[in-house]
């Protein structure tokens, strides 16, 4: 008997934890564009009664997508989706988090919204910094959520002109993300199929430790000590989130994204976090 299929973008910590809570029985393959991260994190999964099939994907290609999807469909039916795939402020230029954060995401679920098994599940990882971003007006949030994917990078509000800095084009991606997620939730809806996010906040992964030593560490570093958790969180934290939202539990719940960030949201409009006017 075919066993249900796991796919899973972005060998990374947050992906890892998230794949173990979820996968047990099922066979999981897992895309990165890095293909050293994608079979040592294999290579772990297996070696602990996971079954783990490593493969190279790259989430800013429409094709390199589609091969993903149709690699794990050679295994079975696509009951899960985990995309835990992304390029932080300080890892990459502008150019890049837009492709990859924002593009890739919308398309990743776009497809796996056509052919998710009935009944199946998603959850897609975002982050507090879509939060913390000024409110974007109805009409460019709407831009965001429906503009059809090919479309998204030629927006008004995505030109150079308009993105400050790489920490303005990864929350205006993960703002996307969002959106999408609501968007796609009513299609995934279609086939009785969940799709929601999750938006972490700081969670100690290799692309955390990269802001910590990059331009923006002191800020990072402040953030964590003055959110009321008054830490930063753990991977398996953000996957308690997404087995909530995975299992039966969650099945009331899609279209939607939860904060997992200790409070560092609250802190930056209400608390000690909040920018000096
Ligand atoms: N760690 C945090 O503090 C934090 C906070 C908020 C949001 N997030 C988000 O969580 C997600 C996972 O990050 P993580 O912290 O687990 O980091 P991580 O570095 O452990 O994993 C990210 C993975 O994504 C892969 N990747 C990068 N570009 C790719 C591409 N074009 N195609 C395919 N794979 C690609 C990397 O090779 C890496 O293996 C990211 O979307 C990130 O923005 C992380």
Known sequence: MKKDVVLWAGA????????????????????????????????????AGFDVVPVSMDLSDRTSILNFIQTGQTYGEIAMLINAAGVSPSQ??????LKVDLYGTAVLLEEVGKIIKEGGVGVTISSQSGHRMPQLSPAEDEQLACTPTEELLSLELLQPENIKDTLHAYQMAKRCNEKRVMYEAVKWGEKGARINSISPGIIV???????????RGDFYKNMFAKCPAGRPGTADEVANVAELLMSEKGAFITGTDFLCDGGATASYFYGPLKPEQ
């Open 205 to 215: 992964t290799p692309l955390a430790i990269d802001e910590f030593n990059g331009p």
């Open 92 to 97: 990459a230029p502008v150019e890049t988090i």
């Open 12 to 47: 990374g910590q947050i992906g890892m934890a998230i794949a173990r809570r979820v996968g047990t029985g099922k066979k999981i393959v897992v895309g990165d564009k890095k293909l050293e991260n994608v079979q040592a994190i294999a290579k772990i999964m297996n070696d």
